[in-house]
């Protein structure tokens, strides 16, 4: 019996453990695959298993550091991350949002019996992050301050160094090459834009451009300037007018420096007495009375400030007020300026004088020919001008006639039903027959009293008598509707 037993409850073990073995974990349907996020974006890790047994659960494992189980994460430092776990499809769902630099690396799948033990894990997942410049940069500097004219100019851009690189890119007005992206003593990568400083650089802006090929929608930048470049003044003489004999000449120094200048000097080649010449503020040179000698004189202006000086010569050119006058020519009709000096204009007098004399029927026809013809073009001019205001007159006067005509109605449009003006003359009959008396008989008077819209007069109409048929005295009371209780 004792043998008997003892194979019994060998069978029963062997199928227990058999039963056992048909429903454990049989391998992985679909195992986590690589990722490739950019910093603050979302990513998935998924695997499936098959046959999953109750006393087994999947835990994921970050760089061989074991993160979650059964369905929950176990380090606070993964806080922002989650887990989706389906145990009737086995599937098993890794989620990371707003990803960081340090959740890059390789991600397991694996799975745990009763004792954490491990019996099974999936291939690994190989994440990898694109890292995003962080929000300070791009830097900008610039070696110095301020520069002078010929000098060497450095201006640097900074950004970090990330995987894929950043691409930093110089943005100007003005001309000139950049240099290429080169890795700093810092670690960072840098961009460096040299040239050689100009004068139009002066208060020039430049900036830095920052893109990565993580999130191409990201853009940021930085700037350098106004750029202070040093340059000694840059002088020039302007004139306001042309200089006249006997007139006041005036004369402006311009000068275009920096720093600000900080002295202006007139000079005068040959020189000039100080009574001949006055100076305001230094900038502005008034010669009271141009005399004839001053034709020829150089007159030069010397600016200077702290990086060096400048200066700019004009030559005076004094004409007479002769020379100036206006001579007025005829070409095809139009009038022109010119200037001429005095001997030409002598020679010209006497050529046209000369040219009078032998042929003045020719010149005294020419203008009468042009005068009949602008006298006939202006005449032409005035009788459209008139014609034009008599009809627009004539128009106007059109709906103004009408109005005044409407406005007064002869007595028979009441019939017609328009509106009738009151005249100025009215009269307002009023007929009434007085009661006939006992002692008067059948005649009864009939009266009519016109009133007149004129102070203090009156008209009567005269008074006739009216023969009223023999007829019953109740019944004429009754057509002339009298009471005879009125009697």
Same mark, same amino acid.
């Given at each position: 019996?004792?043998?008997?037993?003892?194979?019994?409850?060998?069978?029963?073990?062997?199928?227990?453990?058999?039963?056992?073995?048909?429903?454990?974990?049989?391998?992985?349907?679909?195992?986590?695959?690589?990722?490739?996020?950019?910093?603050?974006?979302?990513?998935?890790?998924?695997?499936?298993?098959?046959?999953?047994?109750?006393?087994?659960?999947?835990?994921?494992?970050?760089?061989?550091?074991?993160?979650?189980?059964?369905?929950?994460?176990?380090?606070?430092?993964?806080?922002?991350?989650?887990?989706?776990?389906?145990?009737?499809?086995?599937?098993?769902?890794?989620?990371?949002?707003?990803?960081?630099?340090?959740?890059?690396?390789?991600?397991?799948?694996?799975?745990?019996?009763?004792?954490?033990?491990?019996?099974?894990?999936?291939?690994?997942?190989?994440?990898?992050?694109?890292?995003?410049?962080?929000?300070?940069?791009?830097?900008?500097?610039?070696?110095?301050?301020?520069?002078?004219?010929?000098?060497?100019?450095?201006?640097?851009?900074?950004?970090?160094?990330?995987?894929?690189?950043?691409?930093?890119?110089?943005?100007?007005?003005?001309?000139?090459?950049?240099?290429?992206?080169?890795?700093?003593?810092?670690?960072?990568?840098?961009?460096?834009?040299?040239?050689?400083?100009?004068?139009?650089?002066?208060?020039?802006?430049?900036?830095?451009?920052?893109?990565?090929?993580?999130?191409?929608?990201?853009?940021?930048?930085?700037?350098?300037?106004?750029?202070?470049?040093?340059?000694?003044?840059?002088?020039?003489?302007?004139?306001?007018?042309? !200089? =006249? @004999? %006997?007139?006041?000449? *005036?004369?402006?120094? /311009?000068?275009?420096?920096?720093?600000?200048?900080? &002295?202006?000097?007139?000079?005068?080649?040959?020189?000039?007495?100080?009574?001949?010449?006055?100076?305001?503020?230094?900038?502005?040179?008034?010669?009271?009375?141009?005399?004839?000698?001053?034709?020829?004189?150089?007159?030069?202006?010397?600016?200077?400030?702290?990086?060096?000086?400048?200066?700019?010569?004009?030559?005076?050119?004094?004409?007479?007020?002769?020379?100036?006058?206006?001579?007025?020519?005829?070409?095809?009709?139009?009038?022109?300026?010119?200037?001429?000096?005095?001997?030409?204009?002598?020679?010209?007098?006497?050529?046209?004088?000369?040219?009078?004399?032998?042929?003045?029927?020719?010149?005294?026809?020419?203008?009468?020919?042009?005068?009949?013809?602008?006298?006939?073009?202006?005449?032409?001019?005035?009788?459209?001008?008139?014609?034009?205001?008599? !009809? =627009? @007159? %004539?128009?106007?006067? *059109?709906?103004?006639? /009408?109005?005044?005509?409407?406005?007064?109605?002869? &007595?028979?449009?009441?019939?017609?039903?328009?509106?009738?003006?009151?005249?100025?003359?009215?009269?307002?009959?009023?007929?009434?027959?007085?009661?006939?008396?006992?002692?008067?008989?059948?005649?009864?008077?009939?009266?009519?009293?016109?009133?007149?819209?004129?102070?203090?007069?009156?008209?009567?109409?005269?008074?006739?008598?009216?023969?009223?048929?023999?007829?019953?005295?109740?019944?004429?009371?009754?057509?002339?509707?009298?009471?005879?209780?009125?009697?």
């Amino acid at each position: 019996m004792l043998g008997i037993g003892t194979t019994v409850g060998t069978w029963v073990f062997f199928y227990m453990f058999m039963l056992q073995r048909t429903y454990s974990f049989s391998g992985f349907i679909k195992e986590p695959l690589d990722e490739n996020q950019a910093e603050g974006d979302l990513t998935y890790f998924t695997c499936i298993v098959r046959e999953l047994d109750e006393t087994q659960y999947i835990s994921w494992l970050h760089n061989g550091r074991k993160i979650s189980q059964n369905g929950e994460i176990i380090i606070n430092t993964y806080a922002h991350y989650s887990i989706d776990y389906n145990s009737v499809f086995g599937t098993c769902t890794l989620r990371i949002q707003n990803v960081q630099r340090r959740d890059k690396g390789g991600y397991t799948c694996t799975v745990y019996d009763s004792n954490d033990q491990i019996v099974e894990k999936s291939r690994t997942a190989n994440f990898t992050v694109s890292e995003i410049p962080q929000q300070q940069y791009p830097i900008c500097s610039s070696t110095k301050r301020s520069y002078r004219v010929g000098q060497h100019v450095v201006l640097n851009c900074i950004s970090e160094k990330t995987t894929p690189p950043a691409l930093l890119r110089w943005v100007h007005n003005i001309g000139g090459s950049e240099s290429g992206l080169k890795e700093s003593l810092t670690g960072n990568y840098e961009n460096s834009y040299s040239f050689i400083a100009k004068q139009s650089d002066n208060r020039a802006i430049f900036t830095c451009e920052l893109t990565t090929p993580a999130n191409p929608s990201l853009y940021s930048n930085c700037t350098i300037g106004p750029l202070d470049v040093l340059y000694a003044p840059t002088v020039r003489i302007e004139q306001t007018r042309d !200089v =006249i @004999l %006997g007139n006041e000449a *005036i004369f402006i120094c /311009y000068s275009d420096a920096n720093p600000q200048e900080s &002295s202006f000097k007139w000079s005068f080649v040959p020189p000039l007495t100080e009574n001949m010449f006055v100076l305001e503020n230094d900038i502005i040179l008034r010669i009271k009375n141009t005399v004839s000698s001053l034709n020829g004189t150089s007159v030069i202006c010397a600016v200077t400030n702290s990086i060096g000086s400048g200066s700019s010569k004009l030559i005076i050119n004094v004409k007479s007020k002769e020379s100036t006058n206006n001579v007025v020519e005829t070409n095809n009709g139009k009038e022109t300026k010119k200037f001429e000096k005095p001997n030409e204009r002598n020679k010209n007098k006497s050529k046209n004088q000369n040219s009078n004399s032998n042929q003045p029927l020719l010149q005294t026809r020419t203008p009468n020919n042009n005068n009949s013809s602008n006298d006939i073009s202006i005449s032409l001019v005035v009788i459209i001008a008139l014609v034009c205001i008599i !009809v =627009i @007159l %004539g128009l106007a006067m *059109i709906p103004v006639g /009408y109005m005044r005509y409407t406005r007064r109605q002869p &007595s028979d449009t009441i019939s017609r039903g328009r509106p009738v003006s009151i005249p100025d003359v009215y009269f307002e009959p009023r007929d009434h027959i007085d009661p006939m008396l006992p002692q008067l008989g059948l005649a009864a008077p009939w009266m009519r009293t016109v009133g007149v819209q004129v102070p203090g007069e009156c008209e009567y109409d005269a008074t006739y008598n009216t023969q009223v048929m023999p007829q019953a005295r109740h019944v004429y009371y009754t057509q002339r509707m009298y009471p005879a209780s009125s009697l």
